[in-house]
């Protein structure tokens, strides 16, 4: 959306002085306007008797179909350019100026973020700049094949933030900044059997993913330790209020980790005690927590994305598997689950959690953790391969989640 609101801007900047102003609209009196940058601070816009104010639907990248307006039909939330004369205290005079909609920002918003749903993420094998491929692995799709993303010049390539945990952080980047062991995230289409992607946008980043137990908690400080598997050596976590923390009902993580093992997930519920619930039932496990079918099958009318492989739309039975018969979205299925707090943690659970990369000056910061993992880090020994399956990404973070700014 970046682009297109350059091209915006270049519609309207001939003839006119280079001052401008862009923000989200906080007040409305009269004849003025407050704005509020990104970065937190505020102008006030007036605007001449004889401004130009347009309304443009994100994504445009010229005028011909934005429609003219009045001052008064600017509302709190729009987002607003505004080109004109600089005054004092960072004042400007508008003689032409932009909106965008807040509603037509959230429509666009949401669509965005249901293409990223229905893209593919994974763990980054190889990447040949040369030939525009990068090779993911992604143990829950195509069949745990590897898959081969397309990107060309016109794919949008995005990098995240080495200390934030907000997915809109994700700044341009370059392909050869991307690297085997990185994860990685792209929305476009795929073939047929999923084992080739040609991407409209990626995002990747490095990111560092654990998988332990529970040494502590620090509710008030916000923080957990964990007892990474793999180094042997406690790991602080810190838990901000982008993190997202989730518990996996005993059903949910069996069926996971059959899947791990190569195995097919219904297995565990045909195997199922009474009183544990089945997901054919409609009822799955109350009395254990067992996940329920909506999460495993992507009923249609809960969660987002309904093409082949996204959990749109449920087959019959229990399948855990997504629409068409595709590997099933182990993300959708994970925004159903129960949110936690750091106090819900005991000593001795078993999470696995993607952090960022952290700096020298601050340590790793949760992105996601998921606690009721046990099934899981049997099936995978050292959360080698289960790693693959909990994706960094928090799609709903920010005014904009999903790497398209409109601030994306």
Do not use: C
């Amino acid at each position: 959306m970046l682009a297109s609101t350059a091209l915006l801007w270049a519609a309207l900047a001939v003839g006119q002085t280079p001052a401008k102003a862009v923000g989200t609209v906080k007040s409305v009196t009269g004849n003025a306007v407050v704005i509020t940058s990104d970065s937190g601070t505020e102008s006030t816009i007036t605007f001449a008797d004889s401004a130009r104010i347009v309304r443009a639907a994100p994504g445009l990248t010229d005028l011909k179909s934005a429609s003219p307006i009045q001052v008064s039909d600017i509302q709190v939330g729009d987002r607003l350019f505004a080109r004109g004369q600089a005054g004092d205290g960072g004042a400007l005079v508008a003689s032409s100026a932009i909106v965008m909609k807040k509603i037509d920002i959230a429509q666009r918003q949401q669509a965005e973020r249901d293409e990223w749903r229905r893209g593919l993420g994974g763990i980054v094998k190889e990447v040949n700049v040369a030939n525009g491929a990068i090779t993911v692995a992604n143990s829950l799709a195509a069949s745990g094949k590897p898959i081969v993303v397309h990107v060309s010049p016109q794919t949008e390539v995005r990098r995240y933030s080495p200390d934030s945990v907000k997915f809109d952080d994700a700044k341009l980047g370059t392909l050869d900044e991307i690297k085997p062991g990185d994860q990685l995230r792209a929305r476009g289409t795929k073939n047929a059997d999923g084992t080739e992607f040609t991407a409209q946008a990626i995002v990747s980043g490095t990111f560092r993913n654990l998988a332990g137990t529970v040494v502590s908690t620090d509710a008030a400080n916000n923080s957990v330790t964990v007892m990474d598997l793999i180094s042997k050596k406690p790991v602080v976590v810190k838990v901000s209020g982008d993190s997202e923390l989730r518990k996996l009902p005993p059903m949910v993580a069996a069926r996971i980790a059959m899947r791990l093992k190569g195995g097919s997930p219904d297995a565990v519920a045909d195997s199922s005690a009474p009183g544990q619930g089945r997901p054919e039932s409609g009822n799955a496990g109350q009395a254990q927590g067992g996940g329920n079918r909506g999460a495993w099958q992507g009923q249609s009318g809960i969660g987002v994305g309904k093409g082949p492989g996204t959990g749109g739309q449920g087959g019959s039975g229990g399948n855990w598997r997504g629409g068409n018969g595709g590997p099933p979205d182990f993300q959708q299925m994970l925004n159903r689950m129960p949110g936690i707090s750091v106090s819900d943690l005991n000593k001795g659970d078993a999470v696995m959690v993607v952090t960022t990369e952290g700096t020298s000056s601050s340590g790793p910061t949760a992105i996601k953790l998921i606690s009721g993992v046990e099934p899981i880090l049997s099936a995978a020994p050292g959360g080698a391969g289960a790693a693959m399956i909990l994706s960094p990404w928090n799609l709903s973070a920010g005014e904009s989640a999903g790497g398209d700014s409109s601030s994306q």
